[in-house]
C-alpha cells in the first residue's frame, strides 16, 4: 500500500530542503562577496590607470611643440632651451633628446652620450614605456622612462619619477585596497610603496587587473584584508538572515500541516496509557441461522472532553506513525483477553485489523503468537488484511502467513474488491475468509449479484470462506442466503457492542432491528 506523504517523509524533506537553502545561501554569499571584492578592486584599478594615464598625458603633452623641434639640433644649441622647456613638464626627472639611438643632450647634465638600450630594451619604434630601478648616474632610485618619436632617427626620453607613480598608487590604499601595483609591458612592476618587482610576482598576486587604453601598462589590486573580512561578513549575515527565514517558513509550514497531526497522537497516546481505548465487538454472523460464529474487535476511543471519537479521525494517522505497534499490541491483548473471558459463545473467531506497516515490524509475529497464546482451543484468531497492500507482493508477507498459520492463526482479505478486484491474490495467498466490501453488498438485489456470485465461486474454489460486510437489510440479508454466502456481518445482525452485550443468536437480540439500520 502506497502511504503517500508520510510525516517521516515530509521531516527528511524539509531537513532536506533546510540544508538546501543553507548550501544556497551560503554559495549566493561567497558569490555576491567575491562579486562584491572584484567590483571594488576594479573601480579602485580603473581610478589607478585613469590617474597614471593623466600623468603621461600631461608629461608628454606639456610644450610638446617646442620640445619636438630640439632633437637633432647640436646640444650647446638647444641645452639652455630643453632645461627651460622641462620646467614646464612635470612629473620628470629630466628631458633627454635622442638621435640614433643614443641620447646626447640632458635638461638636468647638458651634454651626454648614452646608449638609449640603457633605459630601453629593445630599442623603440614608437612611444615607449618601461620601469627601470634606477639611471646610470642615479641607480638605486626606479623611474619609468618615456620614449616619443620625433623623426626617423630622433625622439625626446622623459625619464619620469617613480615617487610620482607610487604616491599616485598609494591612493588606492586608501579606498580599501591592500596592495596596488603598476606593470608595464608585463616585465616590471612598481608597488605603491614605490618597490620594484616583477611582472610575475605582481600576477601571483591576484586581485584584478585594469589595463590603459592609450599606454602599455596595467594595475593590478588586491583588496585590504580588513575590507575582505568586513564583506565576508557582510554577505554571510545577509543569507545567514535569509537562509534561518526560509528554513522558519520550512519549518512553519511542515508544523502547520504535521502539528495537528502531532498533538492527535500525542493524543491517541495519552488515551492508550489512560485507558480512554476499548474495544468494541461486530458480530460476523452464520446467515443460515444467524448465530454469532465470530466477531470483529474495532478500537473505539471515549475521551474525556470530546466524547467518543470515530476511529476514522485518529486510526489513519496511528497506521502511519511509530504510535501502531503500542496501539496493534493494545488490540491484540485485550480483545484476547475479553473474549476468552467475558463471553461463553463457542466456537468462537476473533478478528483483528492489521495495518500494512504491521507487517513491516520485526515484533509483529511475537505480538500475534502471544495473543494467540491465551486463547483457548475453541477461540480462533482471525487476522484482516487490506487487498491493496498485498498488492506490492511485500516480501516479508509470505514469511509471515507460514509461520502464524503453523501455530493456527488464520487470515482475512479485507475489502475485498475494492481496489483492483485482483482475484489472483486468491491464489497467491492462502486465505481462510473473504470479505466482501459493503458497496457491492448495497447492491445484491441489484446488478451486484453476479459479482458476488463470481467472488464466492473463486474464493470456494481456493477453500475460502466468503463473508459479506455491510449487511443492513432483511432483503440483502435474503438476497446474501440465496446466494449461498455462508457468513454476514453489518448493522442488520448488531452493531458494534462490548463484549458483555454480545448475542450468541442475533435473531433473539431485542435490539436488533429486522428493517435497514441507518449508521
Known sequence: MGRGFTPMLALVVAIVCGACVIAAAAWWARHEDQAAIRERE???????????DRILDNVTSRRKQELSALPGQ????VELRLSELETYVQYVRSVNLVENQRLYCSSAMGRVDVALSDYLSPAPAGNTLELIAGTPNQPQSPVMPLYVPTGKHTGLLYIVEATYLADTLAHGVRYEAGQVVLVVSNARALNDRGDMISADSAAALGGTRAASARWSFSIVVVAAPAFVTQTHWKYALVAGAAAILVNLLIGAAYLIVFAPRRLLLSSVRRALRHGQLHIAYQPVVDIATRRVTGVEALIRWTHPKWGPVSPSAFMTEVESSSLLASVTRFALQRATQEVAQKTDIRPLRVAINVAPMDLERKDFVADVLAANDQLPDDITLVLEVTERFLLQKHPRIEAIFDSLKAQGVQFAIDDFGTQHSNLDLLGRFPFDYVKIDGQFVRQVDKQGRELIRAIAAVSKHYGMEVIAEGVETQSQHEALRSLGIPFGQGYFYQ??????????DTSTDPRTTKTRVTP
Open 74 to 77: 647640436p646640444c650647446p644649441n
Open 495 to 504: 452493531r458494534p457492542v462490548p463484549v458483555s452485550q454480545l448475542f450468541a
Open 42 to 52: 576594479n573601480l579602485i584599478a580603473s581610478d589607478m590607470v585613469e590617474s597614471i
